[in-house]
Structure formats: C-alpha cells, structure tokens
C-alpha cells in the first residue's frame, strides 16, 4: 500500500500541470485570496475560531488601500455535503478532533471503512487484498460546519455579512466533494480534484497572491503553500488571519518562511508587494 501524503500527491500534481514560476511579463499581477471568512468559522459557528471576525475590518482596508493593484478578489468557501466525510458524526464513536485515515482506490474513490455508515453513499467496496486501496489520507474530523446552502445558524456557508464583497469578487468553492476534505483553495487533500483557482489566477495573468483569512493553520496554510509550489510570489497578510490555536499557528508561520513565503503585516504589506 502507497502511503499517500497530501504533499507528495500535491508536488505531484504542480508538476503536471507544468507552470512556470511567475515573474515573467505576463504574469505580473495581483490577487487577492480571502479564504473562508464564513459563518461557520467565527462567533457563533460550529468550528468558530478564537478572534476570526477580527480579520473582517483588516481585509476590507486591504481591499480599499490596494484596489488600484489588485487585479482581481478571491473569495474561497468551504463547501460540504450535509454528510460529509470530514464530520466526526458521520464517524460511529468519534468526536471532533479526532483523526482517521481515508484510504482511496486508484480512480480517487473513498473506500467503504468501519466507522462509516454501513450504506454511506459516497463509500464504494474496495479489496486492499487486490491492491485496491493506493491512497491513505490523514483526516480530521470536524463538528458539522460549512453545510452547502445553509445561510444561518452555526453550520452557515454563508461568508460574513461585515465582509466587504464586490460582483466582480470570484468565488471558489472547495470540500464540495463529498468523499474528500479541502483545506487548499487549489487542490483536495488527495490531490484528486483541482478547483478552477489555478486557472482563474493563470488567465489573469497573476503572479503574486495575497493571502488572507481563516484558519491560518488549515486551510490558509495549505492554500498558501500550494500557490507557493505552483509557481506564484505568495505573501500571507499575517493579522488578516487568525487560526486554531498558537503553537499549530506558530508552525504554520515558521513553515511558510521556511518556503519562501513572505509573511507581512498590513501596515507593510506596500513595501512588501
Ligand atoms: C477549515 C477545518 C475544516 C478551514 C475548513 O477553513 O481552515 N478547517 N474545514
Ligand atoms: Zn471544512
């Protein structure tokens, strides 16, 4: 059996896609990436993080400061299934926090598990005699949040209404697989799937992103890290994020340094553009 890392499948699949490392003349924008300023992520919310909707007002000024050199907005939105598999409910005996490992057959599908429902429809039968299961994906399990088309209450998908957003905004919704989780706004945590992201950002000619949002130590990380590999200038707007707790936020920090990611306050965010 292959064990499966999300990094391995992810270099993996950066290297499929073949980009360029930007800098060029074309690729001399700028996006900005919001990622999960949802309901389900700040007061209120099911999986609420400590201080999240203190990035609201920070990535709003960042909008209005930067709106001549920013060639476009990103919104990302997690977005489950109401019987996701990254649900601890879904799990006989599990609680949030609690990690699983996911094994996958060769065509990315989830293969049926114990703690799963018996008839949970997202699961096929795999044969790990016959070599069937070729991935292994470390996942943890998170109280119900993000739900597709809930709008109110602590499992709202909804973004927050005190975050500023335009028409011209581009949405990219992620975890909507109902089988796979989503921390990054480009790729799945199997590297199965690819959001339209990467092409959204190519097609405007971006060669840096600015990243922003919740949680900084899931789906910022990941997100972050990604266009690293894929070949953008990425800088994380460090107090426009917030994450899950110090020291997981701490290693977030010190690992995307140790990439090559510029971490910035707002107030340097200029200089460092
Ligand atoms: C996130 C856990 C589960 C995030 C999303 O946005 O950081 N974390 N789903
Ligand atoms: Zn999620």
New binding site residues.
């Given amino acids: 059996m292959l064990l499966w890392l999300p990094w391995l499948s992810l270099a993996a699949v950066a290297a499929a896609v073949s980009v360029v490392r930007a800098g060029g003349a074309q690729s001399d924008k700028v996006a900005l990436i919001i990622?999960?300023v949802?309901d389900s992520?700040l007061p209120g919310g099911s999986?609420a993080?400590d201080e999240g909707e203190e990035v609201i007002p920070v990535i709003n000024k960042i909008r209005q400061d930067f709106k001549d050199d920013l060639a476009l907005v990103i919104l990302s939105q997690?977005w489950?299934c109401p019987d996701h598999v990254?649900f601890a409910s879904q799990h006989a005996g599990a609680t949030p926090l609690t990690v699983v490992n996911l094994t996958y057959n060769a065509e990315g599908r989830l293969c049926r598990t114990a703690s799963l429902p018996r008839h949970y429809p997202h699961a096929v039968d795999c044969d790990e005699g016959n070599a069937d299961v070729t991935h292994v994906v470390t996942q943890?399990l998170?109280p119900d949040?993000?739900i597709q088309d809930v709008t109110s209450g602590p499992t709202s998908a909804a973004f927050s209404p005190a975050l500023t957003i335009e028409d011209s905004d581009i949405v990219v919704k992620k975890?909507y697989r109902c089988d796979i989780?989503s921390?990054s706004a480009f790729f799945d945590n199997g590297g199965f799937t690819q959001t339209e992201l990467h092409s959204v950002l190519q097609q405007h000619n971006v060669g840096t992103v600015v990243v922003t949002?919740?949680?900084l130590?899931?789906?910022?990380f990941y997100t972050a890290k990604d266009a690293h590999k894929l070949g953008y200038n990425v800088i994380t707007v460090t107090d426009a994020c917030r994450g899950?707790g110090p020291a997981s936020v701490a290693d977030a920090l010190r690992d995307m340094e140790k990439t090559g990611i510029v971490l910035a306050e707002s107030r340097d965010l200029r200089a460092a553009l």
């Fill in positions: 990622i999960d949802q992520f999986l993080v997690d489950h990254s943890t998170w949040h993000c975890g989780d921390y949002g919740i949680a130590d899931f789906c910022v899950s």
